[in-house]
């Protein structure tokens, strides 16, 4: 059973950068599609970027388009959510999730496509 832990959440001043990192454990992990999402409170959780399981296609949502970089590292059961120009309306707990089988399309923005997700880690941008 995958198992997935986040890292790298915290508080940053408008206009700076984070890098979120989510492990992976009890699965191949080169075999799992992988996406990041994220829930501010009052809100459904939302699609933030989606990678294949080699790497060499990503998806994103309009807003963090040009932002944020999904990128993942096979040999350290990694997938990293590099963030720049960050803005007060990032804030949120951001999700890591995966999902086996085949890429989707833009039915990775859909959170019933998933199969199993972190716990979570805080990120905070004060204005």
């Known amino acids: 059973q995958v198992q997935l832990v986040e890292s790298g959440g915290g508080l940053v001043q408008a206009g700076g950068s984070l890098r979120l990192a989510c492990a992976a454990s009890g699965g191949t992990f080169s075999n799992l599609i992988m996406g990041w999402f994220r829930q501010a409170p009052g809100n459904e959780r939302e699609f933030v970027a989606a990678?294949?399981?080699?790497?060499?296609?990503?998806y994103y949502a309009d807003s963090v388009k040009g932002r944020f970089t999904i990128s993942r590292d096979n040999a350290k059961n990694t997938v990293y959510l590099q963030m720049n120009s960050l803005k007060p309306e990032d804030t949120a707990v951001y999700y890591c999730t995966f999902r086996p089988g085949i890429w989707m399309g833009n039915r990775q923005k859909e959170k019933r496509v998933y199969d199993g997700w972190g716990q979570g880690t805080q990120v905070t941008v004060s204005s």
């Open positions: 990678i294949t399981r080699s790497g060499g296609i990503t």
